[in-house]
């Protein structure tokens, strides 16, 4: 059953903590993105990866971290230095360098609450 | 750096019409996708329309694109309730494949039963 997986589903996180959304893909694709979207909004870049190991900022970068170490995975931390993380994340992720020609596969998302 | 600006923000219609979203976007474009939003939940990629078409059909969807207004519009045809969503194109640059896709704000589509 091939896709991608956010978890967790609902995350609440204390003022001054850093959180970390995982984000997993088994579809085998090289491109891999975070976007985060607020209430009525559209979605906005935070970081992106096309590749192993190499991941480019977005339009929103400030206050937030990814790794991507592996294919798989790509997880957002969202740091204590976001000073509005209260969103609702997705991760998403498209079959290859040149990624942008080609349809982008959403995870379920990851709704984040800072109390 | 919101290139795609859907309009109507928000649409209302009975169950059976046909609704009409439009999509406008700034520069050159390889091509441009509607997507789909359930209320929150993930995105699901419906069409993808090239910069050398005018219009793709796939059930009852049906989108069209002229590249010398900068616009596209996704008209579904004989809506259902199960129609009600928010809807966002995201435009891919024509420039290099590695530039993301930039998505639009959506239009919040609700069908009346």
């Known amino acids: 059953d091939g896709g991608i997986t956010q978890s967790p589903k609902y995350l609440f996180r204390k003022e001054g903590q850093n959180v970390t959304l995982s984000c997993e893909q088994n579809?085998?694709?090289?491109?891999m993105y975070w976007y985060r979207q607020d209430p009525g909004q559209g979605l906005r870049l935070i970081y992106y990866?096309?590749?192993?190991?190499?991941?480019q900022k977005g339009d929103i970068a400030e206050g937030y971290s990814v790794s991507r170490e592996k294919k798989e995975s790509f997880p957002l931390t969202v740091t204590s230095a976001q000073k509005n993380p209260t969103a609702f994340y997705l991760c998403?992720?498209?079959?290859?360098?040149?990624?942008?020609?080609?349809?982008?596969?959403f995870g379920p998302g990851t709704r984040l609450t800072v109390l | 750096s919101q290139q795609g600006e859907e309009d109507p923000q928000a649409l209302s219609i009975q169950e059976g019409e046909n609704a009409t979203m439009n999509c406008s976007y700034k520069?050159?474009?390889?091509?441009l996708q509607w997507y789909r939003q359930n209320s929150g939940r993930g995105l699901v990629h419906l069409i993808l329309?090239?910069?050398?078409?005018r219009e793709k059909h796939s059930g009852r969807l049906r989108v069209t694109l002229d590249t010398s207004k900068k616009s596209s519009s996704l008209l579904i045809t004989a809506s259902r309730a199960a129609d009600t969503a928010s809807y966002f194109c995201?435009?891919?640059?024509?420039?290099?494949?590695?530039?993301?896709?930039?998505f639009g704000k959506g239009t919040r589509l609700s069908v009346i039963a």
């Open positions: 990866s096309q590749i192993v190991n190499d991941f």
């Open positions: 520069t050159s474009i390889n091509n």
């Open positions: 995201a435009t891919a640059s024509r420039i290099s494949g590695n530039t993301p896709l930039v």
């Open positions: 329309i090239r910069s050398n078409e």
């Open positions: 998403a992720s498209s079959i290859s360098a040149g990624s942008s020609y080609n349809e982008q596969f």
């Open positions: 579809l085998n694709h090289d491109a």
